[in-house]
């Protein structure tokens, strides 16, 4: 009965812990690894584990989540054939019962048995009716994934999709928080060269941007990076980087 108890709420543990790796993720990669391994240890027996993120050009596989699994990662992915890939083209849970007894994906199953894999379990994760990755699970055993087990890996993958899109969000918001840096770094550095240019041809920033978007042409050099050449060739400095998000010194309090 203790053991029974046990399985709960070693389940709810983990999914708090998936939580909090979510909460502290520090990349898409790492927080897949971090995913797999808290499922591996939320997961009754432990299994193996392992999380695909469908995206392009290519799946991004973290996991199993030790070390010894390692070739069976490589394995699984190693002519693209597989439970993992019908999972994510399908967005169906996919089963093996008995590695030894399948007969799909070719030498897949082959593979998988000498790696010590007598069973496997895909669950899709799903957002939004999109399936973004599949959690993908091994056992040494036959018949390692009953069904009431699959409740709780299903349960298991509802949660590590829910954060996993939270993370693509964020880092998302990070990717265009920095292009939009980037671009404004080069509009800051450019309009630096074309007052230079306005003050020593003594001409308006249309006809200033001219003359630097024709010496980019003719030097096939993108016009931020000529701008900063230009800059540091008239100044001896470097272009001078635009302020983002500095906090202004405080006023001074005026007396009364």
């Known amino acids: ?111 998988m048995l000498a790696h010590g894999v007598r069973s496997i379990h895909v669950e899709p994760l799903r957002t939004d009716g999109s399936v973004i990755g599949a959690l993908h699970l091994y056992s040494p055993r036959v018949h390692g994934f009953d069904e009431a087990m699959r409740g709780a890996i299903e349960l298991t993958a509802t949660q590590i999709a829910v954060l996993l899109d939270a993370v693509l969000a964020t880092a998302r918001q990070a990717e265009l928080t920095a292009q939009l840096r980037e671009a404004l770094g080069s509009r800051a550095v450019i309009d630096q060269a074309l007052g230079m240019i306005m003050m020593q041809r003594r001409c308006g920033s249309e006809e200033a941007f001219g003359v630097l978007r024709t010496a980019s042409h003719q030097r096939n050099v993108k016009l931020a990076r000529l701008a900063a050449e230009m800059v540091r060739v008239m100044t001896g400095n470097e272009p001078i980087p635009p302020r983002f998000g500095v906090d202004r010194a405080p006023r001074p309090r005026r007396g009364g």
């Open 1 to 111: 009965m203790a053991q029974e108890r046990s399985a709960p709420d070693e389940l709810a543990r983990g999914l708090a812990a998936l939580t909090a790796v979510m909460v502290s993720a520090r990349d898409v990669v790492a927080t897949l690894g971090e995913f797999a391994d808290t499922a591996s240890r939320m997961l009754p027996g432990h299994p193996l584990a392992g999380v695909t993120l469908h995206r392009d050009p290519g799946p991004v596989t973290v996991g199993p989540s030790i070390a010894r699994a390692v070739p069976i990662a490589e394995s699984a992915h190693g002519d693209g054939q597989g439970p993992c890939r019908e999972t994510i083209e399908t967005g169906r849970p996919v089963s093996v019962p008995d590695t030894a007894a399948e007969r799909r994906w070719g030498p897949y199953p082959a593979r």
